[in-house]
């Protein structure tokens, strides 16, 4: 069993940043890989939209209407990653969500945290 968790969200005016984070635990990380961490976001009334990831090689890939404004990376701890929101505006409001792909021999695994929510103000 996977846990995914995310913090850091909140009210900030447009304009603004916010340093998102997502954690990983639980005993199966003793025998899985992670292969991908990923956040996700969910505006009011619209689907569920890629908004960067970071894969286990480094790589990166962003939205296109973050780029240049998101930073996506692993963190300083095992099975954690951040979002670096900058310049945030009104659109980005919404909940952010993060996914940990993981790989164990022939399987692959998709956990994804609750959720947390990001309001920006006009």
Same mark, same amino acid.
């Given at each position: 069993? =996977?846990?995914?968790?995310?913090? %850091?969200? %909140?009210? =900030? ?29 969910? #505006? ?7 908004? #960067?990831? =970071? ?5 990166? /890939?962003? #939205? /296109? ?20 929101? /900058?310049?945030? /505006?009104?659109?980005?409001? %919404? ?5 940990? =792909? ?21």
């Amino acid at each position: 069993q =996977v846990q995914v968790v995310e913090s %850091g969200g %909140g009210l =900030v005016q447009a304009g603004g940043s916010l340093r998102l984070s997502c954690a990983a635990s639980g005993g199966f990380l003793s025998l899985i890989s992670i292969e991908t961490m990923g956040w996700y976001r969910q #505006a009011p009334g619209k689907q569920r939209e890629l908004v #960067a990831e =970071v894969h286990s090689s480094g790589d990166t /890939n962003y #939205a /296109n209407i973050v780029k240049g404004r998101f930073t996506v990376g692993r963190g300083s701890a095992d099975n954690t990653a951040y979002l670096q929101m /900058n310049n945030l /505006n009104t659109e980005d409001t %919404g909940v952010y969500y993060c996914k940990v =792909v993981a790989s164990h021999i022939d399987y692959e695994y998709d956990y994804w945290g609750q959720g947390t929510q990001v309001t920006v103000s006009s």
